[in-house]
């Protein structure tokens, strides 16, 4: 069973730049499908970015075009998400998931953007104008 804990969250002035950590355990990173995603206050969750470790393909959706990077160490068995110049409307709960289909040994079919099982608790990330 794929479990994540994501880490990285804080209170930031706008413009200052933050490193999501979601650690991955139960399963090699490497052999699922793993997104990052926001749901601030009173709106609906948003898709950011998507990784598929296996196909090595990236998809960034349209809030996270431009200041955000997803990446991953598979040593660490860890996903990442760098934002840059974050904005006070960046403030929200960030959250990691992970499709439950393990890729290592078949085609999948892409899991982006809302085809994600396993949920983190979130992080919050609160941006100060």
């Known amino acids: 069973q794929v479990q994540v804990v994501e880490s990285g969250g804080g209170l930031v002035e706008a413009g200052g730049s933050l490193r999501l950590s979601c650690r991955v355990f139960?399963?090699?990173?490497?052999?699922?499908?793993m997104g990052w995603f926001r749901q601030a206050p009173g709106k609906e969750r948003e898709t950011l970015a998507c990784i598929d470790p296996p196909s090595e393909s990236i998809l960034y959706e349209e809030p996270a075009k431009g200041r955000f990077t997803i990446s991953q160490d598979n040593a660490e068995n860890t996903l990442y998400l760098q934002i840059n110049d974050l904005k006070p409307e960046d403030t929200a709960t960030y959250y990691c998931a992970a499709n439950n289909r393990d890729c290592s040994n078949s085609w999948c079919p892409p899991a982006c953007p809302h085809d994600f099982n396993s949920w983190g608790q979130g992080t919050q990330v609160t941006v100060s104008s």
């Open positions: 139960g399963v090699k990173l490497a052999d699922y499908q």
